[in-house]
């Protein structure tokens, strides 16, 4: 198996955040995928030893990265003491992890997205939602596998094996026992992919209340919340992409400077200049500052020039055409919209 750390850290890799850990069969593609309040070896093992119970199959190897949480001296002794191979990718090769790096992506950045996830309560809304996850993408979620990759001139030709799911690759397998086989079959028998959906949904939406709020919301009533649900999947796709944790909240622009103005002393000698030729560039101008003031103004400064030009022009043509200053219309402009509006004309 291949095994990852993905951090739900948002956009600051500061402070304590939760961290999924992410296991992939590179045989049959079955993922398994568990909330770590903690970066330790120590849980690692823990987590992998518990893991190892609830697998259809048994571990022969496990391929880690370089982090710390891996290359430590307590995974390398739990892993010799159950006969367990351990290997390691070449640092900075994301390629050389790419089942796992494909499950990140595929199932764990789209189930859960990219907000930002602290503390106990979010780690228990992740158990929850991978509790389910887990059931619906090893027994329900069908996936391509490669089957062999080369080379025709310079074009790469892949060939890959029908879409199965993880469950139906380990039960056609020989190597699979007689007895592990029954149990999936079994446990197939008795899983409702729709309420693992609606489970799944009812976790990304605390998640996502969680992460923007502080709160978890309160999940609804689970057959009236499952109906709706079910009623909802034929026009869901209408409204683009449904989940609750597709994207984080959009933060509200900044109206503040986060460096010194350049141009704040000689603002005014600007305008006045631009007042007097208001077919200038900011070329022209730019260049009219470095002749009188040698040294100070760069040429990387263009950009700055040009946008402040823009926010001027656009404020001065708002003024002419609405007579608005300050946000407020001008009496005349009023009652002539007032006129209009009495008689009944549309105003463009």
């Not at 900075?92 to 595929?106: F, L, M, P």
């Not at 055409?321 to 300050?326: L, M, R």
Request: glycine share 8%; charged share 25%.
């Amino acid at each position: 198996m291949e095994i990852d750390l993905v951090a739900h850290c948002g956009d600051r890799l500061v402070g304590a955040f939760v961290y999924t850990l992410t296991l992939t069969d590179i045989a049959s593609t079955w993922t398994e995928c568990v909330p770590l309040l903690v970066r330790t070896g120590a849980l690692v093992v823990e987590t992998i030893d518990r893991l190892r119970g609830a697998l259809p199959f048994r571990i022969l190897g496990l391929d880690i990265d370089n982090g710390g949480e891996f290359l430590n001296e307590t995974l390398v002794a739990y892993c010799v003491g159950h006969g367990i191979e351990l290997t390691r990718s070449r640092p900075y090769r994301k390629n050389d992890q790419a089942w796992v790096e494909q499950k990140n992506g595929s199932v764990v950045r789209r189930l859960v997205g990219y907000r930002r996830l602290e503390g106990a309560a979010a780690a228990a809304i992740l158990a929850r939602l991978y509790t389910a996850s887990r059931q619906f993408v090893n027994f329900f979620q069908p996936s391509f596998k490669l089957k062999e990759k080369f080379r025709v001139g310079g074009r790469t030709v892949k060939r890959y094996d029908p879409p199965q799911t993880p469950c139906a690759r380990l039960l056609a397998a020989p190597t699979t026992p007689v007895a592990v086989k029954g149990r999936l079959i079994e446990l197939l028998e008795t899983l409702d992919p729709l309420r693992l959906l609606e489970e799944i949904r009812q976790s990304q939406h605390q998640l996502a209340s969680l992460a923007d709020n502080g709160v978890a919301a309160l999940p609804a009533a689970q057959n009236q919340d499952l109906h709706r649900f079910l009623m909802g999947l034929s026009t869901a796709w209408h409204a683009g992409e449904p989940r609750p944790t597709d994207r984080a909240r959009q933060r509200s622009p900044r109206h503040w400077r986060t460096r010194k103005d350049p141009f704040e002393s000689t603002w005014p000698t600007i305008l006045t200049w631009f007042e007097d030729g208001p077919d200038q560039t900011g070329v022209m101008l730019l260049q009219r500052l470095q002749s009188e003031h040698p040294g100070v103004f760069h040429d990387n400064l263009l950009r700055t020039l040009q946008r402040r030009l823009g926010q001027w022009r656009a404020q001065k043509a708002q003024q002419l055409v609405f007579g608005v200053a300050d946000g407020a219309m001008t009496p005349g402009l009023t009652s002539v919209i007032d006129v209009l509006a009495k008689d009944g004309a549309s105003i463009g």
